[in-house]
């Protein structure tokens, strides 16, 4: 049984551009959080899906986007890099119809921006 | 508004001894309260949780956390203390009652096992 899958592990970008962050959450999990943890600190909240919309949103830019797909897959997509973006981002899933259930991470994908 | 508040950067245990990890939350309502653990370049790992019921919760590799409600505290611990507890540990809360409540985290602990 996978468990929480991201791609790419690593990523180089400039400031300026634009990235595309892939998640597939957990066998039989439907929501899909992402996070943001920078380096020493703890994650993040960016925003949740469930039901292919955003549910809830943290304190990010409109910058950061996302989307949630029929098959629950997710994307994380931030526009016009800063060095300030540079940070592990985190999916998590869960079942989303119980909202005491723990969150399921992936591995994360490690962004720099220069 | 939610919040963690883990107040210890870094706890330092010899192996064998009881290690104590602190965590407080504040939460609207009656919270849903979480422990996960991380080790270099991976994901969180979830060790236990709270919900309701009895105040000692017990979770993964014999770590256990005590619910305070009057204390509005988590704490997590373990009786023995193991080289291999070694990482970072991140308490969380989410509030109950509301299907779209986030998870909020700490700013972690980095427990150190020494030999």
């Known amino acids: 049984d996978a468990g929480v899958t991201q791609s790419p592990t690593h990523l180089i970008k400039t400031r300026g551009q634009q990235v595309t962050l892939r998640c597939s959450p957990k066998?039989?999990?439907?929501?899909v959080s992402w996070y943001q943890q920078a380096l020493g600190q703890g994650p993040q909240f960016i925003f949740q899906?469930?039901?292919?919309?955003?549910?809830q949103r943290g304190n990010f830019p409109d910058r950061f986007s996302g989307h949630q797909f029929p098959n629950y897959s997710s994307e994380l997509n931030v526009n016009a890099l800063l060095l300030g973006d540079s940070a592990l981002y985190l999916c998590a899933s869960s079942g989303g119809a119980v909202n005491n259930s723990p969150l399921h991470f992936g591995n994360g994908t490690r962004l720099t921006v220069t | 508004a939610q919040s963690v508040a883990q107040p210890e950067d870094q706890v330092n245990v010899a192996e064998g001894n009881p290690l104590t990890v602190k965590c407080t939350y504040s939460v609207s309502g009656n919270p849903y309260l979480f422990w996960y653990v991380q080790y270099p370049n991976r994901g969180l790992q979830f060790l236990l949780k709270?919900?309701?019921?009895?105040?000692l919760v017990k979770g993964s590799y014999g770590f256990e956390a005590e619910f305070n409600k009057s204390q509005t505290s988590f704490h997590l611990k373990k009786p023995s203390a193991l080289v291999s507890d070694s990482a970072l540990y991140f308490c969380?809360?989410?509030?109950?009652?509301?299907?779209?409540?986030?998870?909020?985290f700490g700013s972690g602990t980095r427990l150190s096992i020494r030999p």
């Open positions: 899906y469930y039901e292919e919309e955003e549910r």
């Open positions: 969380a809360v989410r509030a109950s009652g509301s299907s779209a409540s986030k998870i909020i």
């Open positions: 066998s039989g999990h439907d929501t």
């Open positions: 709270y919900i309701t019921g009895d105040n």
